[in-house]
């Protein structure tokens, strides 16, 4: 894995990273402060956490996948992605799991939560040596308000490549009426079922799930080829230039 961008190198201590700010001169534009603003732990209490997904490169955050707007209904249908999502089953399911993710929820309308996630973004990009951050290992947009917080942080990350995958169509549309998403904001709008064609409308990059044969020109992810599990070197997701990424049914 190549080392983190800046705002600092992969460090141990906030005390390093602030050394590191002094003797490259990185005081300008606030950088400082987004990595010494709050403490860790106070920026992880305001946000109520990160999730570590074993296969992912990085951190992540998310809510419970039962708040899903339009997952909870497609999870009633015969043959759709939702019927069978990983995070309304297995580990997903434990009381001390479900408890976090609805802890972030409850938390994701605090004052200072930009700032907060600003930082753990920043951090968690120290402490995994990769400047890629993921939204919504569980759950999805519940709002406009809640996309225009994400952009807000992606805002004020630049350094760091997001991606958030959602099934939330209307809520990124009413937002694109009047704003724009951030260059390093990548927002992956999945298919509905299993086997169907990307959703293209957006003109957004898209995902979608196969069982046997995936959609002409897409990219295939090949964690699930990977012992462990675990997307290696890949970072198709967090790219533009992947129109779509189709993961094969599981």
Not at 3 to 13: E, F, K
Not at 42 to 67: D, F, H, N
Not at 225 to 237: L, S
Request: net charge neutral.
């Amino acid at each position: 894995m190549k080392s983190a961008p800046l705002p600092w190198p992969r460090t141990q201590t906030e005390s390093e990273a602030v050394e590191y700010a002094r003797e490259n001169d990185l005081f300008d534009g606030g950088v400082l402060q987004k990595i010494i603003g709050l403490s860790r732990v106070r920026a992880w209490e305001i946000v109520g956490g990160l999730s570590r997904p074993s296969k992912m490169p990085c951190y992540a955050w998310g809510i419970p996948a039962q708040t899903c707007i339009t997952g909870s209904k497609l999870a009633q249908v015969e043959g759709s992605v939702c019927q069978s999502c990983y995070a309304l089953k297995g580990y997903f399911r434990t009381h001390r799991v479900q408890r976090a993710y609805q802890r972030r929820l409850d938390r994701s309308t605090d004052l200072r939560w930009v700032e907060a996630m600003i930082k753990l973004v920043y951090w968690q990009t120290a402490e995994t040596g990769v400047p890629y951050f993921r939204w919504f290992d569980s759950g999805d947009l519940q709002s406009v308000e809640m996309l225009r917080t994400i952009c807000a942080v992606a805002v004020d990350t630049p350094e760091i490549k997001h991606w958030l995958p959602t099934r939330e169509h209307r809520i990124v549309e009413a937002y694109l009426e009047d704003e724009t998403l951030p260059s390093n904001l990548v927002v992956r709008v999945s298919a509905a079922l299993i086997d169907g064609q990307p959703a293209h409308t957006l003109g957004l990059p898209t995902s979608t799930v196969h069982s046997s044969t995936p959609p002409a020109g897409s990219i295939v992810c090949a964690a699930r080829h990977r012992e462990p599990v675990a997307c290696g070197e890949c970072r198709a997701c967090w790219s533009k230039e992947a129109e779509t990424v189709s993961y094969p049914l599981h």
